[in-house]
Structure formats: structure tokens, C-alpha cells
């Protein structure tokens, strides 16, 4: 680990524009999007980023290679409807113990929005992960219980953080180009959810009790 380094997830379901937003990180000239969402998230402007998937984070820890030995401020693009989600979400806190800080921006889109997303993926024969599509499927059955399943997605990353104790953490809208100071009312988890979770997420580790 180096003496500064920050991880960024950007975080969301498949088409909800993860990799055109992590673009505009990229970019030299930045959009004003970024610039709101880091400026929200006290990460300075002028870092670069270099971008990890889940896949090949894990591959590099898993050889010994490290995460940290080019560039010590690294984005890592997380898919909520991969199929190896759970894989990903078992091995992201060993990717955040290589780093010193940890944020996550959580992209939203509305649900009908994203179903007409998946829809044109479809049409033009595009790969779309089994999860997504049966979600997309669901919704031809069932609109409300795909709805019900999609928003599903936001509350268990929130409910995630909290647990990982990942506090520094946002959710934007980049097709409206909208930096929440709230959680959309339809991703929003009920209060009683919210208070455990955030009980838990404020409690002492075990570690700060052996110091």
C-alpha cells in the first residue's frame, strides 16, 4: 500500500452508464458532472485515474502483483447484474484493504429507463448478462415485481457499504446529470433498514479493539 491511495467503485446495474461515466473521469477535460460528484466526495481534481474491472483486480491479488504498483488512484467498475456478482461483492474487501481511502459512486437510472436500455441492447444483438436479461423478462411478466427486484440492486449495495463500513459514498444520475444530495425516493431503503444498517456501519471493528 502506498502512503495515499484512493479507490473509487462506480457501481450499478448493466446500461445504466457506468462506462461513459467512468469516460468522462478519464478525461483531460472533465465534464462538470465529474467535477460536482468529486468535489462531493473530497477527491481532489486533478488525480488521474486508472480503471480496474472486478475480474482482473481480483486476478492481480491473486498472483501477487498488487494493485498499486503503476498508479496509486484506481476506479473499479462493478456490474450489480453480473453473474458473478456475488464472486465480486465476497472479494471487494480485500481490493479495499490495498487502498487507503474508499468511495463509492452509485449510478442510478430509473427503471423504465433502464428496461428500454436492456431493450434496445437487445434488438441490436448485444451481450447482456443472464441476470439483467431475466430481470428485463420479469418485468414482461410482472412489471411492479421487476421493479420491485430492480430496486432491489441499490438497496443491497447500500446495505453492502454499510456492512464494509464505506462511508464516503454518492448516487448520481448521469442521463440527467443529476448529483443526488438525497437517494431517489424509489431506491430510498424503508427506515427501519436504513437505521440498522447504519448502526452497523458506525459500530467499532474488532481490529480498533485489539490496539
Sequence with gaps: MTSESTLVVVAGPSASGKTTFIGQIKQRKRSLLVDETFESLCIPLGIKFATVGANQARDSIRRGDGLLTSRPYRILHLDLTSKSRGKHLKFCPIIFSHFNSVCSIQIY????????????????????????????????????????????????????????????????DPYEKIVFKRKPRDIRRNIFTRSVYAAICRRPMLSDFRR
Excluded at 118 to 142: P, T
Design 109 to 172: 437510472l430509473p427503471y423504465r429507463e433502464w428496461l428500454n436500455r436492456i431493450r434496445a441492447r437487445i434488438d441490436a444483438g448485444e451481450f447482456i448478462s443472464r441476470h439483467a436479461k431475466k430481470l428485463y423478462e420479469d418485468a414482461k411478466d410482472d412489471y411492479k415485481l421487476g421493479e420491485r427486484l430492480y430496486r432491489r440492486l441499490y438497496v443491497r449495495w447500500e446495505n453492502f457499504l454499510d456492512v464494509k463500513r464505506i462511508c464516503n459514498r454518492i448516487t448520481i
